[in-house]
């Protein structure tokens, strides 16, 4: 397995030119704790942290955080610039490799300079998880389950169903391997059928967590 067979897809960026008060929004709002920044060309240019953020917090005193001055401080002022990447080829274990020499959390990968995915230690993982023997046709097989990768991951989107958080999907030999956070065993349930519909799919293993939506509590 590849990076491309295991990164995560439609990676959010952020412009050079964000404000720290938008980079921090932009990472609670979609629940990560990185992300890449990128040039007028959308090229990557550095990447800004939840660590980068505190650490602009802990250099302002308690009377300075929430003005202007602080929060308009531009991501390219904080951002660590020199951040280590791979390619959509890479393998996996380099990917693991690297992440352990080089201590780091996650990697972009990179297409031409522009970040098309992020691999995370989870990523790796799930990997390991779903690993198994592919169906032994050379480099077909890898190319055909990026397909079917990209196809099921088309299947789950834009559905009355579509509820899942953190959806991912890996595909090795065939057998689809979904992950996340839904609702209810009928959501989750709606996943596997949308994958098993999928032409080319040998089999589904749905690794999702059910965590039920906050009860309403009404006011007494």
Do not use: F
């Not at 939840?50 to 802990?58: H, I, T, Y």
């Not at 780091?104 to 230690?121: C, E, Q």
């Not at 169903?161 to 689809?176: C, I, K, T, Y």
């Amino acid at each position: 397995m590849r990076a491309r067979d295991v990164m995560s897809n439609g990676v959010m960026s952020l412009a050079a030119d964000a404000t720290m008060i938008e980079a921090a929004r932009l990472l609670v709002n979609c629940h990560v704790s990185a992300m890449p920044v990128v040039d007028e060309a959308g090229r990557m240019v550095g990447i800004v942290s939840e660590a980068d953020l505190l650490g602009c917090m802990a250099d302002a005193d308690e009377a300075t955080v929430g003005c202007p001055a602080v929060n308009s401080r531009k991501v390219a002022d904080m951002m660590t610039r020199d951040v280590i990447t791979a390619d959509e080829d890479t393998p996996v274990t380099a990917l693991a490799k690297l992440m352990t020499e080089r201590r780091v959390k996650r990697l972009p990968i990179l297409r031409d300079g522009a970040v098309v995915g992020i691999v995370s230690r989870i990523d790796l993982l799930r990997a390991l998880i779903s690993s198994n023997p592919a169906s032994g046709d050379g480099e077909a097989a890898p190319r055909r389950d990026d397909q079917l990768r990209r196809e099921i991951s088309a299947a789950c989107q834009g559905r009355t169903w579509s509820q899942a958080r953190q959806l991912d999907v890996v595909v090795n030999g065939g057998v689809a391997h979904l992950w996340g956070v839904a609702p209810s065993d009928l959501v989750r349930n709606a996943y596997r059928a949308a994958a098993q519909n999928v032409p080319g799919v040998t089999a589904v293993e749905v690794h999702m967590h059910i965590v039920p939506p906050p009860a309403i509590r009404l006011g007494l």
